[in-house]
């Protein structure tokens, strides 16, 4: 997955109070394990978190708040140098950008899922209306008459996938309209069409389940690939070879097994990770402390705009080079 919509959290410093409420429970049933963390912090927990959110909070300020699927989750308080946003990502799944569009005769239904929208969420699509956010999320558009023309949906298509970075174009509906629509598509988005052979307008919800279907082989596929590329060239293994990958900007995808509750060592800039605070020292960084390995990754992933992929059939975390 990218992580784009995290950054924020690592362009102020910390330390971070993470708090991750279950559906139904309140902060303050947990905000006791936030040992150590300001005052400030603790106020702006117990006003703002939500119930089945994962929350992050510095210097008195809620930097993100981002709901759980299904509000499931791990409950936890964790008060550390960075947020701890691994359990979060993990809870989401691989999140891919992409289009969903359901053609026919009739018309076009163009539906944007943005980096920072989870994928499990249809629910959150506005109807008919084209909304536009500035992290991205979901939009929709309809075009109910044909003939305002292939062309007016394709260009639509193409800016979607421009603005957002879409990775894939899953496209539904009658084959003779996906034919016309592909037929006018740019390079860029005809690049990431992937057919869903079922769906129209008419079982939205049939059309959407189909697409998951699709979207989800097509993350299994990912993954796959990912992992093959690793092993074939011999990629980065364990935390010192990929903490190294990532200060040199030569990650293109970090795979880790799950959480990785194993001690790194941190400086105050997001590529400054190693295994041992004398290694950060000589590469001339002041006042190493000490965090977790996962929260480290995830930090030099974002900056480094490296992806982040969960492999549990990993014994320890690598990296894909570019």
Same mark, same amino acid.
């Given at each position: 997955?990218?992580?784009?919509?995290?950054?924020?959290?690592?362009?102020?410093?910390?330390?971070?109070?993470?708090?991750?409420?279950?559906?139904?429970?309140?902060?303050?049933?947990?905000? +006791?394990?936030? +040992?150590? @963390?300001?005052?400030?912090?603790?106020?702006?927990?117990?006003?703002?978190?939500?119930?089945?959110?994962?929350?992050?909070?510095?210097?008195?300020?809620? =930097?993100?708040?981002?709901?759980?699927?299904?509000?499931?989750?791990?409950?936890?308080a964790?008060?550390?140098p960075?947020p701890r946003?691994?359990?979060?990502?993990?809870?989401?799944?691989?999140?891919?950008?992409?289009?969903?569009v359901?053609?026919?005769?009739?018309?076009?239904?163009?539906t =944007?899922?943005?980096?920072?929208?989870?994928?499990?969420?249809?629910?959150?699509?506005?109807?008919?209306?084209?909304?536009?956010?500035?992290?991205g999320?979901?939009?929709?558009?309809?075009?109910?008459?044909?003939?305002?023309? @292939?062309?007016?949906v394709?260009?639509?298509?193409?800016?979607?996938?421009?603005?957002?970075?879409?990775?894939?174009?899953?496209?539904? +509906?009658?084959?003779?309209?996906?034919?016309?629509?592909?037929?006018?598509?740019?390079?860029?988005?005809?690049?990431?069409?992937?057919? =869903?052979?079922?769906?129209?307008?008419?079982?939205?919800?049939?059309?959407?389940?189909?697409?998951?279907?699709?979207?989800?082989?097509?993350?299994?596929?990912?993954?796959?690939?990912?992992?093959?590329?690793?092993?074939?060239?011999?990629?980065?293994?364990?935390?010192?070879?990929?903490?190294?990958?990532?200060?040199?900007?030569?990650?293109?995808a970090?795979?880790?097994?799950?959480?990785?509750?194993?001690?790194?060592?941190?400086?105050?800039?997001?590529?400054?990770?190693?295994?041992?605070?004398?290694?950060?020292?000589?590469?001339?960084?002041?006042?190493?402390?000490?965090?977790?390995?996962?929260?480290?990754?995830?930090?030099?992933?974002?900056?480094?705009? @490296?992806?982040?992929?969960?492999?549990?059939?990993?014994?320890?975390?690598?990296?894909?080079?570019?």
């Amino acid at each position: 997955m990218r992580l784009d919509f995290i950054r924020p959290l690592y362009e102020r410093q910390g330390p971070y109070a993470s708090l991750y409420l279950a559906a139904g429970r309140g902060p303050h049933e947990l905000i +006791g394990g936030l +040992g150590g @963390a300001d005052p400030a912090s603790l106020e702006a927990l117990q006003e703002r978190a939500e119930p089945g959110h994962a929350v992050f909070a510095a210097h008195g300020d809620v =930097v993100l708040s981002e709901a759980l699927p299904g509000g499931a989750g791990p409950e936890l308080a964790h008060w550390s140098p960075l947020p701890r946003v691994t359990p979060m990502l993990a809870a989401r799944g691989e999140n891919v950008p992409h289009v969903r569009v359901i053609a026919d005769h009739a018309g076009a239904e163009v539906t =944007v899922v943005g980096g920072g929208s989870p994928r499990t969420s249809p629910e959150a699509a506005v109807p008919w209306l084209l909304h536009r956010t500035a992290r991205g999320g979901w939009s929709r558009r309809r075009f109910d008459a044909w003939e305002l023309g @292939a062309g007016l949906v394709a260009a639509e298509i193409d800016e979607q996938v421009r603005r957002i970075g879409a990775e894939l174009v899953l496209l539904a +509906g009658e084959p003779a309209a996906r034919s016309a629509l592909c037929d006018r598509l740019g390079t860029k988005a005809a690049d990431r069409v992937l057919m =869903v052979e079922q769906g129209d307008r008419t079982d939205r919800e049939g059309c959407r389940g189909d697409a998951v279907v699709a979207l989800d082989a097509w993350i299994e596929q990912r993954r796959q690939e990912l992992l093959y590329r690793h092993f074939d060239a011999a990629g980065p293994t364990g935390l010192h070879q990929v903490g190294h990958a990532l200060r040199e900007g030569r990650a293109q995808a970090v795979l880790t097994p799950g959480e990785l509750d194993v001690p790194a060592w941190i400086g105050k800039g997001g590529t400054q990770l190693a295994t041992t605070r004398e290694e950060l020292l000589g590469w001339g960084v002041e006042h190493p402390v000490p965090e977790r390995a996962d929260s480290a990754l995830a930090r030099a992933a974002a900056m480094t705009d @490296a992806e982040l992929w969960f492999c549990p059939q990993l014994g320890d975390v690598a990296a894909v080079l570019r």
